[in-house]
């Protein structure tokens, strides 16, 4: 129950700071803006793609390191990785990249007037963007960073490791999120609401899923 009054603060207070103050979004990407560029180099973007499939090879090796560590439930082990793997793809794929981006159609920073773009900025949440591909609202980069926590389901009956993995997904979807938004893929909000959209279905996993289930494997 406390997951839950603390998911709803965080999206609360994200959708009131980012609609008050949608400025906000542009103060943060103009500290990564100078001599009418952003930071773009091959090591940023390498950084940035190395950030990007490190959560999902880290999620398939873990997933099987699970499966072979439960050999004697297998088919029960098998059946809770592949409900996850599935609401990691939902949310990486279809809520963030097919999804969001073809609603909201918000511009990527690079491409708005402020920045030396032809497009107009609009605010987060604000369905009236000018971009038809390549998109900004949200962040699918920081998504599989902070999708990662979905790994914690596996070890419900071990609090450290379930805390671990939650750390450690957002170090991965924070730092993510941050070279996007220095290479001016992203504004700061696309990155916030990806994570929140990441938590927000790790908890609702874990709170439907069979926690004896879970408990007894």
Request: with cysteine; glycine share 6%.
């Amino acid at each position: 129950m406390k997951e839950f009054f603390l998911l709803a603060f965080f999206w609360s207070s994200c959708a009131l700071v980012f609609t008050i103050f949608p400025s906000l979004d542009i103060y943060v990407s103009t500290l990564f803006y100078s001599f009418n560029s952003f930071h773009t180099n091959d090591l940023l973007n390498g950084i940035s793609e190395f950030l990007f499939i490190f959560p999902m090879l880290t999620f398939g090796l873990l997933s099987l390191s699970f499966l072979i560590s439960k050999s004697d439930h297998y088919k029960k082990a098998l059946k809770l990785v592949l409900s996850c793997a599935a609401v990691y793809v939902f949310c990486c794929l279809f809520v963030s990249h097919i999804g969001m981006k073809a609603v909201f159609h918000r511009p990527r920073p690079e491409n708005i007037l402020q920045f030396g773009g032809k497009m107009h900025f609009i605010k987060a949440f604000q369905i009236k963007g000018e971009c038809l591909k390549k998109c900004s609202f949200v962040s699918t980069h920081a998504m599989t960073g902070y999708a990662f926590s979905l790994i914690s389901a596996f070890y419900y009956n071990i609090r450290k490791l379930r805390n671990r993995v939650i750390i450690a997904s957002f170090i991965i979807g924070t730092a993510c999120g941050i070279t996007r938004i220095m290479l001016g893929k992203h504004f700061l909000s696309d990155v916030v609401v990806a994570g929140l959209i990441a938590y927000t279905a790790t908890f609702m996993f874990t709170t439907f899923t069979d926690k004896k289930f879970i408990t007894r494997l």
